[in-house]
């Protein structure tokens, strides 16, 4: 009796059932909310997975606990061994809670504006190389500034300078001491950072696709041949990118010494030289090559499988 009790209270009721099924219905038939998903998802899990390369490239670009240039060459092995040592194994998770409200939204808006700009401007058609370029820009634009006050308290935490206790807190810190200008400190570093990532990403990853013959796009191999492009794709726009993402970190960081732009630049190229804005290289381009490469191969079945409202 107990038993038939307890499976009966666990039967969802009618009214549950009925919004799980419009909300589910409501995805497929508007298909920028099944792009969000699917990014929220695949945002989801390569953040959980790669967080540890971006603190590790974070600390390199700042160069905090106990790493120093005079102790030799500071590559991403010592930084790893350096946060093994002085924070155990959780630190280098540090920064994971910023990160998954920044890139499980963040995402999630990034595919749903692309999917809608293409769709509104390449109905008809597939994209060429630079229209490509100009719907990754533009996508990527969108989602940076909506979540960039949360990008400067994920920064912040990956450092290890600073003590905040939550996201929210750290907020609330930042608007009360700062003033709420400071959340979106490197803005211009950060649009110059991810503009072109993206629009690099989504021309080299569109073309690479098209260039695939036909017994593979249209195999089982398929996922695999995608994440392949989405590889090169990512190694390729990291690379282009690496210099705006070391600028945009040290005026995060150090709000209170950079105040531009070009403050950063001569202090990095005086201190470090062109080397300089090549720190996190490595391990940069490992998390966001795996991270996009991740979620474009989840993005595109994804999208492509959904109908249209029209049908």
């Known amino acids: 009796m107990m038993l038939m009790s307890i499976e009966k209270e666990k039967k969802p009721s009618c009214s549950e059932e009925l919004i799980i099924s419009n909300i589910m219905e409501f995805s497929l038939a508007h298909p920028a909310v099944k792009a969000f998903m699917c ?40 930084v790893f061994v350096s946060v093994l040592r002085t924070e155990k194994l959780l630190g280098l998770w540090r920064g994971v809670s910023p990160s998954f409200v920044r890139c499980i939204p963040g995402v999630g808006i990034y ?31 969108v989602a940076g500034v909506c979540m960039l006050p949360v990008t400067v308290i994920k920064t912040r935490f990956e450092s290890g300078r600073y003590k905040y206790s939550s996201v929210f807190g750290a907020l609330q810190c930042v608007c009360r001491t700062e003033g709420p200008k400071a959340l979106f400190s490197g803005l211009t570093a950060t649009l110059l950072r991810d ?41 390729l726009a990291s690379i282009v990118t690496q210099p705006a993402d ?6 995060q960081v150090s709000p209170d010494v950079f105040s531009r732009t070009s403050d950063v630049v ?15 290289a490595v391990p940069r381009s490992l998390r966001r090559t795996m991270m996009a490469a991740m979620a474009w191969t989840v993005y595109d079945p994804s999208v492509t499988a959904a109908p249209s409202r029209a049908e």
Not at 58 to 73: C, E, K, P, Y
């Open 39 to 78: 990014g929220s998802l695949s945002g989801t899990c390569s953040t959980l997975l790669f967080q540890p390369l971006d603190l590790v490239k974070t600390r390199l670009q700042t160069l905090q606990n106990g790493v120093q240039l005079g102790s030799g060459r500071v590559g991403m092995v010592t």
């Open 246 to 251: 070391v600028v945009k970190t040290h005026i």
């Open 111 to 141: 595919f749903s504006t692309y999917f809608t700009l293409k769709q509104r401007f390449f109905a008809d058609g597939a994209p060429g190389p630079l229209q490509a370029a100009l719907l990754g820009t533009g996508a990527r634009c």
């Open 195 to 235: 503009a072109p990532f993206s629009g690099i990403y989504v021309m080299i990853y569109s073309q690479a696709k098209y260039t695939l013959p036909q017994e593979i796009s249209q195999s089982s191999y398929a996922p695999l041949a995608n994440f392949s492009c989405g590889v090169l794709a990512g190694i």
């Open 266 to 280: 001569q202090f990095i190229y005086k201190e470090h030289g062109l080397v300089g804005f090549f720190r996190g």
